[in-house]
C-alpha cells in the first residue's frame, strides 16, 4: 500500500489511502477540521487524473464540501454522485480504526463501509470515465462533510451549487451501504429539545423552589402516554414512523431545587408527512404544559416519486451488473433528503451492508466496491436517453 502521498494505483489502495485519515465527526470527538485533510488529498489526486474541482462553502463550519467534475459535453447533461466525508467515532474499535487493513476479501476501518468506500469507487470511476474516448455526459461528485451529525454539507449543496445543475441534471446517486440495491424512498426526522422551567432554591427547604425535574416528569407521561402512541402512520416502503425521548438533563447540584430540565425527542416521519404537521400535533399533545422547544433540526423524508423515472433509467444497468434492481425503502435518514427536496431525482445506491456500518470491526468487501465502481461507471457511459 502506498502512502496518502502518492496516488493509488487500484481501487483498493484508494480506499486504504481514504481511509487512513480521521475524519471523525466533531460531534462524535473528532477534530473541528479533521475532513479538511482527506479533501485536500483527495482534490490534489483528481486534479493529477485531469478531472476539475472546487470547494464550496458550508455556513458556519470551518471545513468545505470538494466537488469533483468531468466536463466533456458543455451544456449536456448531468449525472451526480455524492459520498460523505466524516465518519462515526472511532472508540472501542477492535481492529486497526485507520489501518485500511485487507483480509479475507475484505477491507477494514473506521469508514471503509460507510462511506469511503463509496466515495472511492465513485472518484475511480470518475478517473476512468475521463480517459474514455467517447463520454456522453458530464459527471459530478460531491464530497460532503458533516452527514453523520448535521448534514449541513448535504444541506449548503442543496441550497446553493445544486441549482447550476438542475436544468440538465438526470439524477444524483448518494453512496451509502445498500448492497448495490437501490434505496428509492427512506424516512426523514424530526428533532427538537424541549424544556422546562422552575426556580432555584435552597434543598432545606424546597418549599421556597419549584422543580422543573417535577414538571418534566409529568410532560414526559404525556410524551409517553398520548403522543408516542399516537405516532401511527406508515409507508409501505419505509415501515412505521416513530416518536422516542432519548436524552435528558435537569439539575446542577444535589442540594438545589433544579430550575431547568430538558429532553431531547427524536421523530421519524414517513414520507408524506410535513414537519408543520409533527409539529403541531406534538403541540396538541402537550397543550396544557408549560414547556419551550428549541435546537429543531429537520431532515424531510425521502419520496419515492421524486426518483421515480431516474430508477427506470438506471435499473438496466443494474441489472447488467447481476444486482436486484427492485426499488426499495430504508428506515434511516440520508443526504438524499436534502437533494429530492431541492428538486433533484435522486436514489441511494452503494457498496457494503448497512450492518457493517459503525460497528468495531467495520469492512467492506472488495468485491462489493469494484463492482459500485464498474456500475457507476457503466451509468456514466450510457447512450441516449
Known amino acids: 500500500m502506498s502512502s496518502p502521498g502518492n496516488a493509488p494505483v487500484s481501487l483498493e489502495e484508494l480506499l486504504a489511502q481514504m481511509v487512513s485519515f480521521d475524519t471523525v465527526n466533531p460531534h462524535f470527538g473528532g477534530r473541528p477540521a479533521g475532513e479538511e485533510a482527506l479533501a485536500a488529498h483527495l482534490e490534489k489526486l483528481a486534479r493529477g487524473w485531469g478531472l476539475a474541482t472546487r470547494r464550496a462553502t458550508v455556513e458556519g463550519s470551518v471545513v468545505s464540501n470538494l466537488i469533483v467534475t468531468c ?57 476512468e470515465y475521463a480517459r474514455d474516448a467517447r463520454r456522453p455526459r458530464n459527471a459530478g461528485l460531491v464530497f460532503a462533510v458533516d452527514e453523520e451529525a448535521r448534514m449541513t454539507g448535504a444541506q449548503a449543496f442543496a441550497r446553493k451549487e445544486l441549482k447550476e445543475f438542475l436544468p440538465k441534471l438526470r439524477g444524483v446517486i448518494v453512496g451509502e451501504p445498500t448492497m448495490l440495491r437501490p434505496i428509492v424512498a427512506h424516512n426523514g426526522v424530526i428533532r427538537w429539545k424541549t424544556t422546562t422551567r422552575g426556580r432555584a432554591a435552597h434543598s432545606s427547604d424546597p418549599s421556597k423552589g419549584v422543580s422543573a425535574i417535577s414538571a418534566m416528569l409529568r410532560v414526559m407521561e404525556t410524551l409517553e402516554s398520548k403522543y408516542v402512541p399516537s405516532v401511527t402512520r406508515s409507508h409501505p416502503m419505509t415501515g412505521r414512523a416513530a416518536a422516542s425521548v432519548n436524552v435528558i438533563r435537569g439539575g446542577t447540584a444535589v442540594n438545589i431545587i433544579p430550575a431547568a430540565c430538558e429532553i431531547e425527542c427524536d421523530r421519524r416521519t414517513v414520507p408524506g408527512e410535513t414537519a408543520e404537521q409533527v409539529l403541531r400535533e406534538r403541540d396538541e399533545a402537550l397543550a396544557g404544559h408549560t414547556v419551550e422547544h428549541d435546537a429543531l433540526y429537520v431532515v424531510p423524508a425521502l419520496d419515492d416519486a421524486v426518483g421515480r423515472e431516474f430508477h427506470r433509467w438506471i435499473s438496466p444497468v443494474l441489472e447488467r451488473h447481476g444486482c436486484d434492481a427492485t426499488p426499495r425503502g430504508a428506515p434511516y435518514v440520508t443526504d438524499a433528503s436534502h437533494y429530492a427536496a431541492a428538486g433533484a431525482p435522486t436514489i441511494v445506491l452503494g457498496p457494503g451492508d448497512l450492518a457493517q456500518a459503525h460497528t468495531k470491526d467495520e469492512w467492506v468487501a472488495l468485491e462489493q466496491l469494484q463492482k459500485a465502481s464498474a456500475l457507476y461507471l457503466d451509468l456514466l457511459r450510457v447512450q441516449g436517453v
Not at 477492535?94 to 476479501?105: D, K, P, Q
Not at 469508514?111 to 463509496?118: F, I, L, M, V, Y
Open 71 to 127: 466536463e466533456p459535453v458543455p451544456g449536456g447533461e448531468w449525472l451526480l454522485f455524492e459520498s460523505h466525508l466524516d465518519t462515526v467515532s472511532t472508540e472501542g474499535m477492535t481492529v486497526a480504526s485507520l489501518g485500511g487493513r485487507i483480509e479475507g476479501g475484505r477491507m477494514y476501518g473506521r469508514g471503509a463501509c460507510d462511506t469511503k468506500g463509496s466515495g472511492a469507487a465513485m472518484l475511480w470511476a470518475l478517473r
